[in-house]
């Protein structure tokens, strides 16, 4: 069933887990995520990116993944994930979202502020609630590119006057986190996770998570993650999967029999976060 983040996300917070929030850019990703999150009893967020939306239709894209949410025998909403304007948060609300997400963080701290506060102001209005960021997650995600040199971490206080200054639902932190793989092995900063926790009561969200070994994931979700986002474990179990199958079976020309055991894969993959998480069996 199609629902709005913000009830997923209290019930991980008041009960220790934390939800996965899995890209999507087409039919087969979104139905290796449905199948997974009903596969584990497990609520989810499908997010979909303003590259997604370019690549696969603006409406089309949102279509399949609403459609797939009404018929899922498990809790669903449907996210924007790194929104990178207003006009596209509006575009979104328009074609059905219900969970946005306000990207602003590459702005100085009061115009962050100014533009989630406008957003805030719209999507409250229709029952939607809004994910921010303060502090810059590094690495590669769509349009979001952030170097090692201009990531930053999100400073506790700040964190406390930006949930207090711009009134959102859901706090995306950078404590050591980037997107894409990361180069080396990712080490987080869990004592500044614990700072940022107690001063701040929204639930928090983790982007970068493909490739955080498990036991951080944990810890994580100990210390407040109640979001984790996965994207590049997705797309990396798809194409690998299909670039095997090609070169094992390079006259076949059927589609399904290419992609169906790439949905597998990522099927796979999305079940063993959903178990890290301990978001099974909470749908
Ligand atoms: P990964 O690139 O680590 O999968 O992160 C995805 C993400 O955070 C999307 O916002």
Do not use: W
Request: aromatic share 6%; with cysteine; glycine share 8%.
């Amino acid at each position: 069933m199609l629902v709005t983040s913000k009830e997923l996300l209290l019930d991980a917070q008041k009960n220790g887990y934390a939800v996965g929030a899995f890209n999507t850019n087409n039919l087969e990703i979104t139905q290796a995520i449905i199948r997974a999150a009903e596969a584990k009893r497990a609520p989810v967020l499908v997010q979909i990116s303003a590259g997604a939306l370019k690549y696969a239709g603006a409406e089309f894209l949102p279509m399949i993944v609403a459609k797939a949410a009404q018929l899922a025998s498990v809790p669903v909403a449907i996210h924007l994930d790194h929104g990178p304007s207003f006009e596209s948060v509006l575009q979104c609300l328009r074609v059905g979202f219900t969970s946005i997400m306000r990207d602003a963080s590459k702005l100085p701290y009061e115009q962050n502020v100014a533009e989630v506060r406008k957003v805030v102001e719209v999507c409250h209005a229709l029952g939607i609630p809004v994910e921010a960021e303060i502090g810059k997650i590094g690495g590669a995600e769509e349009h979001v590119v952030v170097s090692d040199r201009e990531a930053t971490m999100s400073d506790p206080d700040e964190c406390a006057r930006f949930v207090e200054d711009a009134g959102f639902d859901f706090l995306a932190v950078a404590i050591g986190n980037a997107h894409g793989f990361y180069k080396g092995e990712p080490q987080l900063d869990f004592a500044r996770l614990e700072k940022i926790r107690s001063k701040v009561s929204v639930p928090l969200v983790l982007h970068g998570a493909s490739g955080i070994p498990d036991a951080q994931i944990t810890m994580a979700v100990e210390r407040g993650i109640c979001k984790i986002n996965i994207d590049t474990e997705i797309r990396n179990a798809f194409i690998r999967t299909i670039q095997k199958l090609v070169a094992e079976n390079p006259d076949q020309i059927d589609p399904r029999k290419i992609f169906g055991p790439g949905i597998e894969a990522m099927q796979a993959i999305v079940e063993q976060k959903i178990e890290i998480f301990k978001s099974a069996g909470r749908a």
